[in-house]
T-cell receptor
Framework: DAKTTQPNSMESNEEEPVHLPCNHS???????IHWYRQLPSQGPEYVIH???SNVNNRMASLAIAEDRKSSTLILHRATLRDAAVYYC???????????????FGKGTKLSVKP | NAGVMQNPRHLVRRRGQEARLRCSPV?????VYWYRQLPEEGLKFMVY????????ESGMPKERFSAEFPKEGPSILRIQQVVRGDSAAYFC?????????????FGPGTRLTVL
């Protein structure tokens, strides 16, 4: 799986949008972009994933650059509960692969101020 | 619909003792993954199991660590003769199908402290 680069930390104000960037310049054509987040003292939870087109779900939106070398996770209105470490992870789409692991980097620690 | 359950949530062991960590996947999930997280670090993959079979143990230390996922009952991560460096949070995740295109659901973790 290709490597991703994220800022170590970001700050946001409550009820404002947050844009969390991720660079993945070595992404391959079969890599999906996944985002997980880990709230304090909890296990990670899935947020969203995409391949080429922008994606929306109830938690967030994912904007993917046209060349796919970068992506941005968008939280439309940050709440205090969104304070967490956000991980951007590339997963190769491969029916035959036996490797199961997610490769977590250090992620971006998001702080939300009231 | 219960999520992934792990127990105990906290475990304290003295050096040389054994630690047994249990993980019950989401009902209907047959794929289980174990990860370890050291303080201030990201999660590191340890092992991937599918009912009664170890599929990928490339992240598992060669000695003292073992994992199983029996036909009946929870998955177990076993650490023999624990050392201080084993102190970490251990997370279990499960998925309904193969790992390459499925989200993984994580449990709350077991925090192991070795005295």
């Amino acid at each position: 799986d290709a490597k991703t680069t994220q800022p170590n930390s970001m700050e946001s104000n409550e009820e404002e949008p947050v844009h969390l960037p991720c660079n993945h310049s070595t992404i391959s054509g079969t890599d999906y972009i996944h985002w997980y987040r880990q709230l304090p003292s909890q296990g990670p939870e899935y947020v969203i994933h995409g391949l080429t087109s922008n994606v929306n779900n109830r938690m967030a939106s994912l904007a993917i650059a046209e060349d796919r070398k970068s992506s941005t996770l968008i939280l439309h209105r940050a709440t205090l509960r969104d304070a967490a470490v956000y991980y951007c992870i590339l997963r190769e789409f491969n029916y035959g692969g036996s490797q199961g692991n997610l490769i977590f980097g250090k992620g971006t620690k998001l702080s939300v101020k009231p | 619909n219960a999520g992934v359950m792990q127990n105990p949530r906290h475990l304290v062991r003295r050096r040389g003792q054994e630690a047994r960590l249990r993980c019950s996947p989401v009902k209907g999930h047959s794929h289980v993954y174990w990860y370890r997280q050291l303080p201030e670090e990201g999660l590191k993959f340890m092992v991937y199991l599918q009912k009664e079979n170890i599929i990928d143990e490339s992240g598992m230390p060669k000695e003292r660590f073992s994992a199983e996922f029996p036909k009946e009952g929870p998955s177990i991560l076993r650490i023999q003769q624990v050392v201080r460096g084993d102190s970490a949070a251990y997370f279990c995740a499960s998925s309904v199908r193969g790992p390459r295109y499925n989200e993984q659901f994580f449990g709350p973790g077991t925090r192991l402290t070795v005295l």
